[in-house]
């Protein structure tokens, strides 16, 4: 891939809003549920979409620094509940428990519509991440959440006796296509070299400021 200059949603926050030399690093948007209920909401599958719910949770040792979990990884579904609401973030609440990567919250965006984010770094280690979008409809859902059990990805299972695998492959010729969020991000770099993906600071700056004063 030719050289591009990538920055977090903390770094695009700060750029002015009509710099466009660079791009914002929001792999969410590239995760194919993402564009798969934005597809279908556009078509009017299930009807007008009323609510968003995410869920993000990992082992204790796979949490981020808190300054990544705050402005990085929160940002980063905030960003992708604004695309799929197609309307500016409007209100922003945050419940978090105190010196933890764990916290719920709350975003209303212009047109009435609710996101409800569940932030969660803190499980057991023997239990594996999931990342959940579940899309209310008027007349129906959207989700990749199972009706029963722990996980659901698209993808295939590689499982003998001494453990098990998920792998979801998008990419041949990616070397390892287990983890989801690293084929979002490597989705999202394609797509940047595509000319796919806009530049710019996007969301970043009102998604950082809302942030902050909920935090306060």
Known sequence: MSSKTLLTPLEAGKRAVDDLIFYSVYPLREWALVKSIRQKTLANVCGELCSLRFTWQRPKKQATEEPVFLYQTL??????AWLLADAPLAALHIERVPEK??????????GGIAAEIELNECLPDSMPATNFIKANF??????????????????????????????VIENPEWDDCSDEIEVCRRSMLQAIEKGAYPAGPLNSRPIIKAIREALK
């Not at 990567?101 to 212009?110: G, I, Y």
Request: net charge negative.
């Open 75 to 80: 940002p980063w579904l905030l960003d992708a």
């Open 101 to 110: 990567n764990n916290l719920f919250a709350l975003a209303m965006f212009e």
């Open 138 to 167: 008027k007349h129906g859902h959207l989700t990749n959440q199972p009706v029963v059990g722990h996980f659901n990805e698209e993808g295939s299972i590689l499982a003998d006796a001494s453990g098990m695998q998920r792998l």
